[in-house]
């Protein structure tokens, strides 16, 4: 089901699944909610939960009297596929996307 929330997340290319994870607070609480999922992600707790801890400890390396998160994207990638993390408000948006690797270019 597309809503307005989700709707950008459908269009990007090679994306094969994503997630909204939504809290009752800013990046603090332990357990999360998945929102609205697609794909291969679809109702998938158990990446919500990885992705979220990942989430905690890299806000953890926040800058002395910051307000905002140290960060608003993150990628983690491997050979296959990169997952694509973005903060937005208290949504954290997740996409998974093909890794389309390219060969080094030889000169």
């Known amino acids: 089901m597309t809503t307005a929330l989700t709707q ?3 269009r990007i290319p ?13 990046l603090a609480v332990v357990l999360c ?5 697609s794909g291969e992600l679809e109702n998938d707790e158990h ?6 801890q990942m989430v ?3 806000c953890r390396f926040r800058l002395h009297g910051a307000a905002e998160p140290p960060f608003k994207r993150m990628s983690v990638m ?23 690797q390219r060969e080094p270019v030889n000169v």
């Open 14 to 26: 090679d994306q094969i699944g994503y997630l909204v994870i939504s809290e009752d607070g800013v």
């Open 8 to 10: 950008g997340l459908e």
């Open 47 to 52: 990446t919500a939960g990885v992705i979220m």
């Open 78 to 100: 491997f050979e296959d596929y990169v997952y694509a993390v973005t903060i937005s408000g208290q949504k954290v948006f997740v996409v998974k996307r093909q890794n389309n």
């Open 33 to 37: 909610v998945v929102g609205q999922s």
């Open 56 to 58: 905690r400890t890299a």
